[in-house]
């Protein structure tokens, strides 16, 4: 886990996200416990009300359910319900604005698919 957190986003919003990578990364399992909200406020020097109200927010979504007086824990099927809020995500936030700016630059489609090979392979040669 990193302790810094973007300026341009709310903190709650970056925990929300913090715990959900650790989930789609399989480093919390289905229905393994999280760290509490007195831990992730330790770890990240925040308050307590925002590291609730980003927890909360995944309580919302059904991601992770609380187990009175014990603890929060993940839900069944949340890597997949994450995954999809994602993929979804996805095209609007990254595709959408990338095809923008090729059509302002007169890229073709092959050219932006020749771009976009090469990215991944340098994406592939890191791991």
Partial sequence: ?????DQK???????K????DQ???NQLKE??????TNQLVQYYKVNHLTVAKG????????IIYKKRGVGMFVSEGAKEK???QRRKGFAEEFVLPMLE??????LSNSEILKVIEELKGRVNDEY
């Fill in 82 to 84: 994450l995954m999809l």
């Fill in 23 to 25: 989930i789609i990364n």
């Fill in 17 to 20: 996200e913090l715990i959900a």
């Fill in 55 to 62: 927890i909360n927010l995944l309580v919302e979504d059904e």
């Fill in 101 to 106: 700016e090729a059509k302002k630059l007169q």
């Fill in 1 to 5: 886990m990193s302790k810094s957190f």
């Fill in 9 to 15: 986003k709310p903190i709650f919003i970056q925990i």
């Fill in 31 to 36: 229905h393994e416990q999280i760290p509490s």
